[in-house]
């Protein structure tokens, strides 16, 4: 963990994004900040395994080998994330409040309310 520490989140965004985008300027939209920003990170960010992670061309930048191996185990990375705060999101609890008949919850309601808690185990029902 200890390398983790090492390195800036914000920077490894930067990478990922401009690999996956293909351009600083859509990977700066999509992060939300300056082309600059975007470049400064990716600069900050190559000097933690000292070797470059992309060409610079006239074309922009371009994945090295090694850019192109690590910028891919970063977006499975940030994918697993993704993943863990979208479970993390489905998780939290949610309560719903239902007012009807007596007649109606037990003739109607009743009976589907265990399909419900199975497709949504998180919504709580009073």
């Not at 309560?95 to 998180?122: G, I, Q």
Request: proline share 5%.
């Amino acid at each position: 963990m200890s390398l983790l520490n090492r390195v800036h989140l914000n920077g490894l965004r930067a990478v990922e994004t401009v690999a996956r985008l293909g351009s600083l300027a859509a990977a700066a939209g999509e992060l939300n900040v300056s082309a600059s920003a975007v470049s400064q990170q990716i600069k900050r960010t190559e000097k933690q395994p000292g070797q470059a992670l992309f060409e610079r061309t006239p074309g922009g930048l371009v994945p090295t080998e090694f850019g192109a191996l690590f910028t891919a185990r970063l977006g499975a990375g940030f994918r697993e994330l993704a993943q863990a705060v979208a479970m993390a999101d489905e998780a939290s609890q949610c309560t719903l409040v239902v007012s009807v008949a007596p007649a109606f919850a037990s003739k109607w309601l009743l009976p589907r309310l265990s399909r419900h808690f199975a497709r949504h185990p998180n919504v709580l029902l009073r």
